[in-house]
């Protein structure tokens, strides 16, 4: 972690870069800190040296109104203690620590929504979403399940107990990056409604948006990059979605992306149609 001198760097930034002072400077400074490289928005940290080591200081929001005073404490590491402990599965004796910076402060470093895009299926229409959303200078991250499955989620086969597993976690991963501040572009094939829908009710409402892959099967085996079809139409895949394996359209979607042989859409148009539903939808600024 980044400290300046002996302070510690604000919760959730830790891109704090000192401005070149010491800890007990006496002169009052103030820093700039930008979390994300090229932001304009900026916190102000209004420090005041004591000498001793341990500066005392005040936060400001980059509109001039002071952080909740209890960051302080919390940031010299005086938490109160607590008394109501949880068990939530098989983790006991558990407290959620509420931290005074929030899902809005982060909102407002970033000029954007922290939201989920679900996409169910089609990992170059996320792409193409987040290239275009990277160039208009907001910041994505996608989480694509042939990638997750290379590292988090190794352990996970395709049986359907698995897939739910799989689902959950990225879900809860998603949730994450959303509260972040983060535009999230999760891209699996989710196969089952029932899935989907848990992952939809661990977000505040309206973050979680549901985009369908209308794509007929022919359609996805004429394409077929990575000859998967054709292994499991031989019988070398077994449980493959589509072929043997059940896959449950969305029922209430917010977006739908049909393609087939009537309708062509490029990767870039369902792209931009998924962006116009984020800036109507106010996801586009804070
Ligand atoms: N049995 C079976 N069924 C479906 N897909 C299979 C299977 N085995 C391997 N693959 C490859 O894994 C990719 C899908 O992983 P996901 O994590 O998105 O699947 S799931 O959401 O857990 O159903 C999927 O990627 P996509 O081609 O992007 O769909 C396949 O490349
Ligand atoms: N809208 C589209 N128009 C034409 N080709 C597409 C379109 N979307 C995807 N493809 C192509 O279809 C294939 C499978 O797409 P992909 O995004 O990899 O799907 P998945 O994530 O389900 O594996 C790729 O070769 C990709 O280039």
């Known amino acids: 972690?980044?400290?300046v001198g002996s302070i510690k760097p604000l919760p959730g930034f830790g891109g704090l870069?000192?401005?070149g002072f010491p800890c007990n400077a006496k002169a009052r400074k103030v820093l700039r800190v930008s979390a994300v490289e090229g932001l304009q928005q900026a916190v102000r940290v209004d420090f005041n040296g004591t000498g001793n080591g341990k500066a005392k200081f005040n936060m400001l929001k980059s509109n001039g109104s002071p952080l909740d005073s209890n960051l302080a404490n919390e940031f010299a590491g005086n938490g109160k203690s607590h008394n109501s402990l949880s068990k939530i599965g098989n983790s006991t004796n558990i407290k959620w620590h509420e931290?005074?910076?929030d899902k809005n402060d982060r909102q407002n470093l970033l000029n954007q929504k922290g939201c989920v895009i679900w996409i169910t299926g089609k990992s170059t229409v996320a792409c193409c979403m987040s290239k275009i959303l990277t160039q208009m200078g907001k910041l994505t991250y996608i989480l694509d399940g042939d990638n997750?499955?290379?590292g988090l989620n190794s352990d996970l086969s395709?049986?359907?107990q698995d897939r739910a597993e799989n689902i959950r976690r990225v879900g809860e991963v998603a949730k994450l990056f959303s509260d972040a501040g983060v535009i999230c572009i999760a891209c699996l094939i989710s196969p089952y409604r029932r899935d989907?829908?848990?992952c939809r009710k661990i977000l505040p409402n309206g973050d979680f948006i549901e985009v369908f892959m209308d794509?007929?099967?022919p359609l996805c085996e004429s394409r077929d990059p990575k000859g998967l079809y054709k292994l499991a139409r031989a019988g070398k895949i077994k449980g493959f979605t589509g072929i043997d394996d059940p896959y449950e359209p969305p029922v209430n979607c917010e977006i739908t992306l049909e393609c087939n042989n009537e309708i062509y859409s490029s990767?870039?148009?369902m792209a931009e149609k998924v962006i116009c539903y984020l800036q109507e939808n106010g996801y586009l600024h804070a």
């Open 99 to 101: 931290c005074s910076i």
């Open 17 to 19: 870069r000192d401005s």
């Open 148 to 150: 997750i499955r290379h």
């Open 196 to 198: 989907r829908e848990a």
């Open 158 to 160: 395709f049986k359907a």
């Open 215 to 217: 794509v007929p099967l």
């Open 267 to 269: 990767p870039s148009s």
């Open 1 to 3: 972690m980044n400290t």
